[in-house]
């Protein structure tokens, strides 16, 4: 029997992307000024990672490879589900994707919904807000037919999907065999003022899109609190065609204004954290 070693197609791939916990263990073996700490380790270096992996075994010609991840901490899920899932993904496409059997721009999403290579569709933070609204009162009282409410709201079906689907994705809402029902959260924003709406909505955005959160990383990151527009664009681009990315970012700019968890200026088209 060989021994588990790289050299045999087995690999313990060790991962500290941050130390950052928001908890406090009495055991814990970190300090709380570590703890504290928001650094992240680049999904590029990750990738990079991977692809070494990868290219050594190529070159030693290695079929039969076992990869198993180990993930450190801080909490492992502390930055956030949606950062952890994007790392965990890009870990998956990076280590089971061939090279040569991947077209130049077109990255496979392994769990479609959970990472920043998700086509958004064209919805407004109004269309979301007056579906929840609709569907929470009478007479649905949270639960609704999808015709029947997109014959009562002016809706066509096929423009009123779309924004259900969205719901569904934020869990505000759950769709299944043409019906729609909303959440405990979603029948909260209904009742909410817009204060609390929109603090709930960031919570949600950031917590269940994965751009959202990336977006908003990446300009916390920069010393400047400013990332352009190509910076998004052409990342989205390795994953779905240009026109996709562009109503992905513009759907994304759209909710991210809404919640105001980030700002951007049309006209110099930049990102930042400039009041959200
Ligand atoms: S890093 Fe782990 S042990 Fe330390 S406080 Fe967080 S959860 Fe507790």
């Known amino acids: 029997m060989q021994p588990d070693t790289i ?57 039969k490879r076992t990869v198993v991840c180990y993930w450190y901490g ?18 998956y496409v990076e280590m089971t994707t061939r090279s040569a059997s991947v077209p130049a721009g077109r990255r496979t999403e392994y769990f479609p919904g959970t990472g920043i290579g998700t086509i958004l569709p064209h919805v407004s933070s109004n269309s979301l807000s007056g579906l929840l609204e609709a569907v929470a009162a009478a007479p649905y009282n949270g639960e609704a037919d999808l015709p029947v409410i997109a014959s009562s709201l002016h809706m066509e079906i096929d423009e009123l999907f779309p924004v259900a689907e969205t719901l569904q ?9 043409g019906d729609i029902r909303l959440t405990t ?41 400013q ?15 240009p026109a996709a990315a562009v109503q992905t970012l513009r759907t994304i700019i759209a909710l991210g204004r809404y919640a105001e968890i980030f700002s951007y200026d049309d006209e110099k088209q930049v990102f930042s954290l400039d009041n959200p």
Not at 15 to 26: A, D, T
Not at 74 to 91: H, N, Q, Y
Not at 187 to 211: E, I, P, S
Request: proline content about 6%.
């Open 7 to 63: 050299e045999n197609g087995y690999f313990v791939f060790t991962l500290m992307p941050s130390l950052y916990c928001h908890l406090n263990c009495p055991h814990c073996y970190l300090s709380v000024a570590e703890r504290r700490d928001r650094t992240m380790l680049s999904p590029g270096l990750i990738e990079e990672a991977c692809r070494k992996i990868d290219a050594y075994w190529n070159g030693r010609g290695i079929e």
């Open 74 to 91: 801080g909490e492992p899920t502390s930055m956030g589900i949606p950062a952890f899932r994007d790392l965990v993904e890009r870990i």
């Open 169 to 177: 994705m934020l869990r505000f809402a759950e769709v299944a065999g």
């Open 185 to 225: 959260e979603g029948r909260q924003f209904a009742d909410f003022d817009t204060d609390r709406r929109k603090h709930l909505f960031a919570r949600h955005l950031l917590t269940y899109v994965a751009l959202a959160a990336h977006i908003r990383r990446v300009l916390d990151e920069r010393p400047v609190h």
């Open 227 to 241: 990332a352009p527009w190509s910076r998004f664009a052409d990342e989205l681009e390795d994953y779905m065609p």
